[in-house]
């Protein structure tokens, strides 16, 4: 009698601590797995976030009532307001109270570098939209990246230098907010493999609008080429100042630029600048036929059934992430260890922004032949041909 | 107390001779290139002058510092881009049009959140002026979302060459606008009745109603005209500074600079204090890392505050008589 008593309150303290340290996928035994999302659906990286949240609610409607496996997968978006305070608020909600198995987010560099130190402790997987080269270097065990890092553009761009333009002076002018000055901090530290010297680095404010005192201290330099590193509006202006002062020196990109809103700006101005983007910008110079190629297909076909408009990088961000989270789950199951080793050892994995390859190593994912070099003519993206 | 105004005549002489010196030799030193920083200078520190201007108006008759001065600034821009480059209206309804709607929301705005709380210390209303521009910010992104937006020059876009520098057209509207301001703001202060009398009412608002000028119409006057100003700079600017729903914060920012330097209340000093502001930064930019520009900026600003708080035309505050 007291053995069999003794035998129960036992068998009830297992099931308690199995219950417990189940987290996650006590969730899914109780009907449903919990992914987090911490996207910026406000604030100035509100575009970002919501082409992100139109991808995640795409997938979402596709997974519909029979979920994954048959287990209904709920999202769960919070909003970051662009803010990196808030997105370690957020990311607190979704581990301690909605017990998220995985977290897709955040859309910008900062808020992501702000939640990986409660991640890493919570260890919960996160895969980033975020281009920043902290995210991913050096590669912190439970944060992978789907975006092409600021390391990988630099790459690309050093590559066009030395490869295509054959050239071995460029003045670099960046925004003084994190993404410029982690760019240039970035050219900087690569440039000496490519044999490239950078003779002149000047910064400007995210709110500026007058760049002519740096492009004259600029122009008196021997470069060859400039590269601005910053978002828009900055970039605009500097090829606008440009041709207010009747400068000739070649204007190379950020993907920062790779957007309508900087032709819209910079108007006449833009024509002949060259950035370095993600090859879905000009789809016909994604390998035809590839599994890549499929992917791109049948999300934007998906995406303009859906949302009446072309998808764009981040809508793309948001799908390669929310899939990669979701197929994991689907051959694992939702225990966040066994997400975070599956997704770790994804080898040419086919997403919308590329084949993406990650290991211990490289939390990175995109190689360098993911990017592709634009040049804008009379307003249209053409591939730059040297 | 003569000694002090002494000392305040040689301060402003001072601070004035120390910037010619930088200039001079700035041109000296940097020929075309340092006029070109200094003519970018110029621009820029005009459109932190309309800016300041507008700061100096309401607190010269209210003596509140309207923290959504920018965001009148940011409406000028937005609604040119609505109703020139969207709605196709010509150059000079479009302007007219943004500057009557502009100021009616000003006057509106003051109704609404600054009236009611005229009974409440000054430090209230400029905390009521913060929240003013959240909202303003707020809805201008639900209206016109987030992206920034381009509105055409109003006289091409062909560069002037002058002297081996090189300046937009539209850099020429705004020194003109500017100037058109400043005169008018400065005479109406100084040469209107009602003008004076809303100063009189800022100091002494019982013995300003006896002569007819009570403070709720000071204050719904002053309101509408830096709502005017501030959507007349907008408007000018536009096509240089890339309209954008959040512009209004660091417009405001460097307009409370440049007003504090050129000494709040004071619309001269609003363009003085602008345009030392602008060029400053433009030679800083050019000489030193770029990145410093802003520093010192600001640097300027903690140095007047701690030197000589009421600006470089400013009158000291609460002298009593």
Redesign the interface.
């Known amino acids: 009698m007291s053995r069999n008593r003794i035998m129960l309150i036992a068998a009830a303290l297992v099931f308690a601590v199995a219950l417990l340290a189940a987290g996650c996928d006590s969730a899914a035994k109780a009907g449903k797995f919990k992914i987090g999302a911490i996207l910026s659906l406000?604030g100035?990286a509100?575009?970002l976030g919501q082409s992100e949240q139109r991808s995640i609610n795409l997938l979402k409607t596709q997974l519909g009532k029979t979920g994954i496996n048959g287990t209904p997968a709920e999202f769960i978006i919070l909003d970051d307001e662009s803010d990196p305070a808030k997105a370690t608020t957020a990311a607190n909600r979704l581990i301690t109270q909605e017990k998220v198995c995985a977290i897709i987010g955040c859309s910008s560099t900062g808020s992501t570098l702000a939640i990986m130190p409660g991640v890493q402790k919570a260890m919960i997987p996160v895969v980033a939209m975020a281009a920043g080269t902290n995210v991913t270097q050096p590669p912190q065990m439970w944060v992978f990246s789907v975006a092409p890092g600021d390391a990988l553009v630099v790459q690309r761009i050093l590559m066009y230098f030395k490869n295509e333009m054959k050239i071995q002076r460029i003045a670099i002018l960046h925004d003084?907010n994190a993404y410029g000055t982690g760019g240039a901090d970035e050219v900087k530290a690569q440039a000496p493999r490519y044999n490239v010297t950078v003779v002149a680095?000047?910064?400007?404010?995210s709110?500026d609008?007058?760049m002519?005192?740096?492009l004259?201290?600029i122009g008196?330099t021997n470069a060859q080429e400039l590269l601005v590193w910053g978002t828009?509006?900055g970039p605009?202006?500097v090829a606008?100042d440009m041709?207010?002062?009747?400068m000739k020196l070649p204007f190379v990109g950020s993907s920062g630029i790779a957007n309508q809103?900087f032709i819209?700006?910079a108007?006449s101005a833009a024509n002949g600048v060259v950035f370095a983007a993600s090859r879905l910008i000009l789809p016909s110079t994604i390998p035809a036929g590839s599994r890549w190629a499929k992917s791109v297909n049948s999300f934007s076909a998906a995406y303009k059934t859906a949302y009446k408009m072309d998808i764009d990088t981040f809508a793309a961000y948001g799908w390669d992430a929310s899939n990669m989270i979701v197929n994991a789950i689907k051959s694992v199951g939702g225990d966040s260890a066994k997400i975070q080793a599956k997704i770790q050892s994804l080898v040419d994995y086919p997403g919308v922004d590329g084949v993406f390859t990650y290991s211990e190593t490289n939390h990175a994912g995109l190689k360098a032949d993911a990017l592709v070099m634009v040049k804008i003519e009379n307003g249209q993206w053409v591939e730059a041909m040297p | 107390m003569r000694m002090g105004d002494r000392n305040q005549v040689r301060l402003l002489w001072g601070a004035a001779a120390l910037v010619a010196v930088v200039v001079v030799f700035t041109l000296i030193y940097k020929g075309s290139?340092g006029l070109?920083?200094i003519l970018?200078g110029l621009?820029?520190g005009s459109?932190y002058a309309l800016v300041a201007m507008g700061f100096s108006v309401i607190y010269s008759s209210t003596r509140v510092i309207n923290f959504a001065q920018g965001e009148f600034t940011m409406l000028g821009g937005m609604m040119m881009f609505t109703l020139c480059t969207r709605g196709g209206l010509p150059l000079w309804l479009g302007f007219l049009l943004t500057v009557g709607i502009v100021t009616l929301l000003g006057a509106g705005f003051e109704r609404a959140a600054i009236h009611p709380l005229k009974d409440q210390s000054v430090i209230t209303v400029i905390i009521v002026t913060i929240g003013l521009a959240i909202f303003i910010r707020a809805l201008a992104?639900w209206i016109w979302?987030?992206?920034?937006?381009?509105v055409a020059s109003f006289t091409g876009?062909k560069?002037l060459r002058f002297f081996g520098a090189?300046?937009?057209p539209q850099s020429l509207w705004v020194f003109g606008l500017t100037l058109i301001a400043v005169v008018l703001v400065f005479a109406f202060f100084n040469r209107t009745l009602l003008g004076k009398g809303m100063r009189a009412a800022a100091d002494n608002p019982d013995a300003a109603s006896l002569v007819g000028v009570s403070a709720s119409t000071s204050s719904l006057v002053a309101w509408s005209i830096a709502a005017a100003v501030g959507a007349a700079a907008g408007a000018v600017?536009a096509p240089?500074?890339?309209a954008?729903y959040?512009?209004g914060?660091?417009?405001g920012l460097k307009g409370f600079s440049a007003a504090v330097l050129g000494g709040l209340g004071s619309a001269p000093g609003a363009v003085v204090g602008g345009l030392m502001l602008g060029v400053l930064e433009?030679?800083t930019?050019?000489f030193a890392?770029?990145?410093y520009?802003?520093a010192v900026a600001f640097l300027i600003l903690i140095l007047v505050l701690l030197i000589r708080p009421q600006g470089l035309l400013g009158k000291p505050a609460d002298v009593k008589v």
């Open positions: 406000s100035p509100a575009p003084s680095d000047e910064s400007y404010g709110a609008t007058d002519t005192a740096q004259t201290k008196s828009n509006p605009a202006s606008r041709q207010q002062l009747g809103t819209q700006l108007g | 290139t070109q920083w970018s621009t820029v459109i992104k979302g987030t992206d920034p937006v381009k876009d560069p090189s300046i937009v600017i240089i500074n890339f954008a959040d512009a914060a660091m417009l433009m030679i930019a050019g890392p770029s990145g520009k802003d």
